[in-house]
């Protein structure tokens, strides 16, 4: 009886996780773009893949470990792999021209 009554006490719930660092604060060649510059980067280069993500998307924080070591192995002075935060003010303009789910890659 004493066991069915520990399980049913009320406890402290643990904590929540610490908040994830900002994507482009984290060490890496990415190049993460804005508004004002998405056109600028993406004309200089032959080829930039974008992904287009929201912090909070489980996909996007799935993909990402996969996209950053992709861009070690690819990207140099012609080709690049970007990344638009979807919820950062002023990237609109790029997001309705090219990202449409979460997380979309675009080969631009």
């Not at 984290?26 to 287009?52: E, I, P, W, Y």
Request: glycine share 6%.
């Amino acid at each position: 009886m004493q066991s069915v009554c520990q399980c049913c006490s009320p406890k402290e719930p643990p904590p929540p996780p610490a908040p994830e660092p900002a994507w482009n604060t984290v060490k890496s060649q990415v190049a993460h773009l804005t508004g004002a510059d998405f056109g600028t980067f993406t004309s200089a280069r032959q080829a930039v893949l974008v992904m287009f993500y929201v912090p909070w998307c489980g996909h996007c924080k799935k993909a990402k470990p996969a996209y950053q070591a992709a861009t070690d192995k690819l990207a140099d002075n012609s080709r690049a792999l970007a990344a638009v935060d979807c919820t950062a003010e002023g990237n609109k303009g790029a997001i309705l021209a090219y990202g449409r789910d979460y997380p979309p890659l675009s080969l631009i």
